[in-house]
């Protein structure tokens, strides 16, 4: 059933940004660790020391070559509204250590982000590892402080928009995706935001009806078992009558139609003896109350015996009246063959009956859908329409997290690195630039980083792209157009103009139009090619130069 289109969510007209969606995102909302530091930066009078963070991920997730980047609206609103309340500021000096100076806590009392920069890729892009997502410049202290809302309030944004944009992949672009997971989804922020970025990734409505009017996200449901069951017999119904569409004249007993039309549809059909009759109570009583969106529950006591007969036999006394049904959902048992079954039976009586578009009735299915069922229906044949999936989409079932990460990559312009055994894991340093450079066919071929004052890759100037870790990788590059990837999204003091948050359908067309223009085995599911991250020959040596300067050598005994 569909519901009425709820607008996006209101902002104010006079420029100033609404806090975070969820009222639990507030500067505590954060590791201890972070003040702990803040206090020992203060106490060092190392508090106000320019900083340059970047937040990132080292891998794509779910074996995939691609990732959306999602959850940058709520860090600029947390940056935009972040301020200590004095009950705040009690509870970290409780939480600290009583040696520390109650001066601290004036400078907590006086603290917001009007000092930070913050550059992003806008949200929705389709992004790739290692290449800064956010780059976060301000006094240190501060911008410590956003390292772990930041990054929890991007991590599972990202990870579950780009498990709804591997669905649609799978799905087709013409099948409709429905959210079902609120109920399964980790709590509920979990569900509220599994909704919105799922909406992101592609899916066209959920069932999440907060999300739907905080986001104005479409609103799609059907109905459960439960309502089935919970009806007897055709005897419950006691009011029958039901106005004609065109309100021309009332049909006095909708129920004895639908009888009517049950025996038309057995003795036509002659394989099946008697329905369940309090399905046959449900689904009419259903059609009663929704004439114009009468969708049926199909599977809760036979399908094709039961469930399709009863389904077809109210929907054809709807159409009696004017009414057009919508379609069934199959909730179990093999999808790919009850929807061959149910359409056929559908075609059935469209020419038996000659009720036109009969036939193309809408059929949805759920019941634990994933990516690999989704690969696996396709590969059968099917004739499904719309999937509803929960569990396996919003929970993220296939990978736990994104692994995101905040790295200084600057302090008082002198770049920072941070080693580690596994180069993988090594930061690139700087304050950086990004740049998307695209080839002759129009697809993205490779993203680059150079430092913040190198010149820029030019259209039809070849390049060296080189990997940032392995000397032997590198490729020259002629750019048919270059895109800088990072924007100014919270200004500071800069006096830098700030990219408008766009509203999340904008989002969601970005993201869609970013994944179809990726060349295709990028995007493909079983060993997709990776795509190239790289630096420029400039960054790529300061890179190895710091490398050698700051890890210690080595003696051997
Ligand atoms: N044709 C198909 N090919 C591959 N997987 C399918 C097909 N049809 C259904 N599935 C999947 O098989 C699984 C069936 O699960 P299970 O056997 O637990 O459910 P069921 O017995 O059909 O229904 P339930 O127990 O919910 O009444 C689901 O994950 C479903 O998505
Ligand atoms: O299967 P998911 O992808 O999580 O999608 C949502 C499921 O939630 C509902 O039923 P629920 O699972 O609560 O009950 P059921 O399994 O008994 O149908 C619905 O019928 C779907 O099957
Ligand atoms: O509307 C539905 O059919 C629905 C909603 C949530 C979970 N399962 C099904
Ligand atoms: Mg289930």
Redesign the pocket.
């Known amino acids: 059933m569909e519901a009425k289109d709820n607008g996006p969510n209101q902002r104010p007209s006079n420029g100033t940004i609404n806090g975070p969606t969820n009222p639990m995102v507030t500067p505590l909302l954060n590791d201890l660790y972070q003040f702990t530091m803040a206090y020992a930066y203060w106490k060092a009078g190392k508090h106000q020391e320019r900083a340059v963070f970047d937040l990132y991920f080292r891998k794509n997730p779910f074996g995939g070559e691609y990732t959306v980047f999602s959850g940058l609206e709520e860090c600029i609103r947390f940056i935009a509204n972040f301020k200590l309340t004095d009950d705040e500021i009690d509870f970290v000096r409780q939480s600290l250590s009583p040696a520390c100076e109650d001066a601290f806590f004036d400078y907590l009392r006086g603290l917001d982000c009007s000092d930070v920069e913050v550059y992003a890729i806008p949200e929705g892009s389709v992004v790739f590892p290692k290449i800064p997502l956010l780059r976060v410049e301000g006094p240190i202290a501060v911008v410590q402080l956003l390292e772990t809302p930041f990054v929890n309030l991007i991590n599972f944004a990202s990870l579950v928009s780009t498990n709804a944009a591997r669905h649609r992949k799978v799905a087709g672009k013409s099948k409709t995706l429905l959210e ?2 609120l ?2 989804a980790q709590g509920p922020d979990g569900g509220v935001g599994a909704s919105k970025y799922c909406y992101i990734g592609g899916f066209d409505a959920t069932s999440n009806v907060a999300a739907g009017k905080l986001f104005g996200i479409p609103l799609r449901g059907t109905h ?2 439960a309502f089935v069951s919970s009806y007897m017999s055709l005897d419950e119904i006691t009011d029958r009558s039901l106005r004609r569409k065109d309100g021309s004249s009332t049909c006095e007993d909708f129920v004895s139609l639908v009888q009517t039309w049950l025996s038309k549809i057995q003795l036509f059909n002659g394989v099946f003896g008697e329905t369940n009759q309090s399905e046959l109570a449900a689904f009419t009583s259903y059609a009663l109350a929704f004439p114009d969106n009468f969708l049926a ?1 199909v599977d809760t006591y036979d399908v094709m015996r039961s469930g399709i007969p009863n389904f077809c036999a109210v929907a054809l006394a709807l159409g009696d009246l004017g009414y057009k049904a919508v379609g069934i ?1 199959l ?2 048992g093999d999808l790919a063959y009850l929807s061959y079954e149910s359409r056929k039976f559908f075609c059935s009586i469209e020419n038996e009956f000659g009720v036109p578009g009969f036939g193309k009735l809408i059929i949805t299915a ?5 990516e690999e069922t989704l690969d696996a229906l396709n590969k059968q044949g099917h004739e499904v329409d719309a999937f ?6 919003v929970t993220c079932y296939a990978q736990a997290a994104l692994g995101v990460v905040f790295k200084l990559v600057e302090i008082n312009n002198q770049p920072r690195i941070k080693l580690s055994e596994d180069v993988s894991k090594v930061s690139i340093p700087c304050k950086k630039r990004s740049y998307r450079l695209y080839g002759k066919e129009g697809y993205p071929l490779v993203d680059i980083m150079t430092g913040e004052n190198e010149p820029p890759p030019k259209v039809g100037e070849r390049i060296l792209c080189r990997h940032p870790f392995q000397e032997s990788k590198r490729a020259y590059v002629v750019p048919q157009q270059v895109e800088e990837l990072l924007r100014c999204y919270w200004p500071g003091y800069s006096g830098k103009e700030r990219e408008t948050l766009p509203p999340l359908k904008e989002i969601r067309e970005r993201c869609i139009n970013q994944l179809e223009q990726m060349r295709p085995d990028h995007m493909r599911k079983l060993n997709p090619t990776p795509y190239k991250v790289s630096v420029s020959a400039k960054l790529y040596d300061f890179i190895h130069f710091l490398w050698l300067n700051e890890a210690p050598v080595g003696e051997l005994q």
């Open positions: 079902f997971g109920r399964r459960s078992h529950l959902r909730d179990s759920s019941n634990d859908l994933n509803g999936i929960g569990t396996y989409l």
